[in-house]
């Protein structure tokens, strides 16, 4: 089984923007959904934003006009670009891949990334 690798977390000023990527490399193939959760010190993982392999798209409330996902499936990347970033954004983001309509599937997790926005 392959892994998901991270990078493009950092510190931010609040209003600021950030970009996210994460690749998949080893045996990962036919991803049906990749995505981005993220987790808060004290709160559970919520999902932020997802994407399928036929381009649908899924994103949480609280993100929707600010931060856009995106995926190159030739290259088994995901990418979340975050624009206007506030302090309630902060956390660690993870990516994650699944595969449900072909065996073996599998739902993988990537090691995270943290995301800081300052106030």
């Known amino acids: 089984q392959g892994q998901l690798v991270e990078s493009g977390g950092g510190l931010v000023q609040a209003g600021g923007s950030l970009r996210l990527s994460c690749a998949a490399s080893?045996?990962?193939?036919?991803?049906?959904?990749m995505g981005w959760y993220r987790q808060a010190p004290g709160k559970q993982r919520e999902l932020v934003a997802s994407?399928?392999?036929?381009?649908?798209?899924n994103y949480a409330d609280s993100v929707k006009g600010r931060f856009t996902i995106s995926r190159d499936s030739a290259k088994n990347t995901v990418y979340l670009q975050m624009n206007s970033l506030k302090p309630e954004d902060t956390a660690v983001y993870y990516c994650?891949?699944?595969?449900?309509?072909?065996?073996?599937?599998?739902?993988?997790w990537g090691q995270g990334t943290q995301v800081t926005v300052s106030s």
């Open positions: 080893g045996s990962i193939f036919t991803i049906n959904t």
């Open positions: 994650n891949a699944q595969r449900y309509t072909v065996k073996p599937f599998y739902n993988i």
């Open positions: 994407v399928t392999s036929g381009g649908s798209t």
